[in-house]
Every structure is written in C-alpha cells, then in structure tokens.
C-alpha cells in the first residue's frame, strides 16, 4: 500500500508547479491524528538515530528552505525533539560574512556538514544562493566572482551553472555516504500575512518580526518563481525535493517527521556485529565482573 506521504517527493522526473498544490492539504489526518502519529514517529525516528550514529557509516543532511512565517523553525523543535542532542546539530544561514564572501558559494555549507554517524540540520541553506540572490541578482556582486561585475551579465547561463554546481555538491555527497533530505515548506501567501498578523500583535514575537519582512513579501510572485525553478533544476532521484503543504503546522511536522522515518528505514540500518574474538573477550569481562 502506498503511503500517502510519498506523494510530496518530487523525484525530477515531471515538473513540478507550485501554484497546482494545496498549501492546506492534510490528507487522512486531523489535529488529534497527527500528534498521536507524530509521538510515534518520533520514537522511531529517535530507535534509528541510535544506529545511524552507531554504525558510523552513513550521515543524514536535513534541509529547510520555505518563505517567512511558513514554520520552518517549529519544525525543527517539534519533530527533532526526540533526538539525542548529541548526534544532531543545527545550523542557520543568514547574510554570509566578509570571510564567506572570500570563497566560493558552498564553502560554508561545505564546512557545515554532518559527520558520519550524525544528523546535520540546516535551516536555510545553499539553495539561498538561488532563491533569494535569484529574486535579488545584485547579492551576486558581493561575491566578486570573475566576469561578474554587472547585474546585466548575471543571466541564463550563470543560473544554469549554479544549478549544476548545486547537483554535482549534492551528488558528491552522496556518493560518500551523505543523505539528503530537502524540505520545501510551501505555506500559502494568505496564511503568511495571518502569521505576520500574529506575530505583530503578539509581544513575545514582535522579535521574530522585521519591516523587511513585507517588502520581500511584495515579490512573492518572484519568490514562487525562483522556488518552482530551483525545485525543477535540482530534484533529482538521489536527492528529491519533498514539498511540504504548510498552511497546518501540525500537519507539516506530521509529514516531515514521516518522511525521514522513511528514508532512515530505507537506509537498512544495523548495530555494529562484533567479531567471535571480541565476543569471547565479553564473556570474559563478564566473567571478571561476575566475581568481583
């Protein structure tokens, strides 16, 4: 039986549009549900986390993209708080620094990187070099990237090598035993002004809210279209986009938590098995204890 939730992998093989998706899509699932489900899930998310680091071969990179408000922060302290803080680290990505702008675009995403065994988390990420520097061509400048000294030289052909660049990293990491899981939480442009609403008239989040915030909101449209494009660029089969339908909290976590389950399960993970030598030195280790 298929499972509902693989239906928001898109694998790269037909395009995808975001204006034919329902940001308030919930499936078979309410409120009451969902959170049963997702206390589930979490337990098993977590039983998997313990091989995974383990066995020490395989290391599992989580990516959130998605626009202002769409909950990606809630996300990550819901469906992560099962976690052993231990074998998980989380990483934000804002504006880069003098230092980063002295490298190329995936230098600190590179640097960034989970360790095998571990579950690395980046909110935000590289594809922030094809969203928003998209949207805001001029960002490209600060790079001082060779030829590129005029937003008018910044077309097609420099969008398609950065699509590449993003592919050849993605599948590199792969090939040296990364995975990855790309989240797109797709939240609909009336539930963001709610939530924008929301945190101006509520004091304990007027800080998550800035007057920049309405301007990129203005070029929504171009938003969608940098999304649309960088999801059809670069989901491929080894590293597909999971589009999320955001509009419910509850149900974004429900379906992220899932999904990783999904892939962790995937992955055959086992304990280490210990050698008939290392095995005879346990017994004789409890043996010695025994007798103590």
Same mark, same amino acid.
């Not at 074998?87 to 490298?103: I, N, S």
């Not at 945190?199 to 809210?209: A, L, S, V």
């Not at 940098?226 to 670069?234: H, K, P, R, V």
């Given at each position: 039986?298929?499972? =509902?939730? =693989? ?11 975001? /204006? ?5 899509? $919930?499936?078979?699932?309410? /409120? ?5 489900? +997702?206390?589930? $899930? ?12 383990a066995s020490g071969k395989h290391s599992l990179l989580i990516i959130f993209q998605a626009m202002d408000a769409a909950g990606k922060d809630s996300a990550i302290e819901h469906v992560m708080s ?17 230092? =980063? &702008? ?38 490209? !400048? ?15 052909? *420099?969008?398609? #090598? ?6 050849? *990293? ?10 990855? +899981?790309?989240? *797109?939480?797709?939240?609909?442009? %009336? ?31 171009? &938003?969608? %279209?940098? &999304? ?20 419910? /909290?509850? &149900? ?13 399960? %995937?992955?055959? +993970? #086992? *304990? ?9 030195? !346990? ?10």
């Amino acid at each position: 039986m298929k499972d =509902e939730f =693989e239906d928001l992998i898109m694998p790269g093989e037909k395009k995808v549009s975001l /204006k034919s998706l329902k940001t308030g899509f $919930t499936g078979s699932y309410n /409120k009451e549900k969902a959170k049963d489900e +997702l206390i589930k $899930t979490k337990i098993e998310i977590s039983q998997l986390q313990e091989k995974l680091y383990a066995s020490g071969k395989h290391s599992l990179l989580i990516i959130f993209q998605a626009m202002d408000a769409a909950g990606k922060d809630s996300a990550i302290e819901h469906v992560m708080s099962g976690l052993n803080p231990q074998g998980c680290q989380v990483f934000t990505f804002k504006v880069p620094t003098a230092e =980063e &702008y002295q490298h190329d675009f995936l230098w600190r995403h590179y640097k960034a990187l989970p360790e095998r065994g571990r579950i690395g988390i980046h909110n935000r990420s590289h594809y922030e070099n094809v969203l928003v520097c998209k949207v805001h061509p001029e960002y490209i !400048l600060s790079e001082n990237i060779p030829g590129y000294d005029d937003v008018k030289k910044i077309g097609k052909d *420099f969008w398609k #090598q950065r699509y590449a660049s993003i592919r050849n *990293f993605e599948e590199h990491l792969i090939a040296n035993g990364t995975v990855i +899981l790309k989240f *797109f939480l797709n939240v609909g442009k %009336d539930e963001q002004k709610e939530r924008f609403l929301e945190r101006i008239d509520d004091p304990t989040k007027n800080w998550k809210f800035s007057s920049g915030d309405i301007k990129e909101r203005a070029l929504w449209e171009k &938003y969608m %279209d940098a &999304y649309q494009l960088a999801i059809n660029e670069t989901s491929t089969k080894s590293a597909p986009w999971n589009i999320i339908p955001a509009d419910k /909290k509850w &149900y974004a976590r429900l379906a992220i938590s899932k999904l990783i389950l999904s892939r962790l399960k %995937d992955l055959d +993970l #086992q *304990f280490p098995k210990v050698t008939a030598e290392e095995s005879a030195k !346990l017994e004789t280790c409890k043996a010695s204890l025994l007798t103590e």
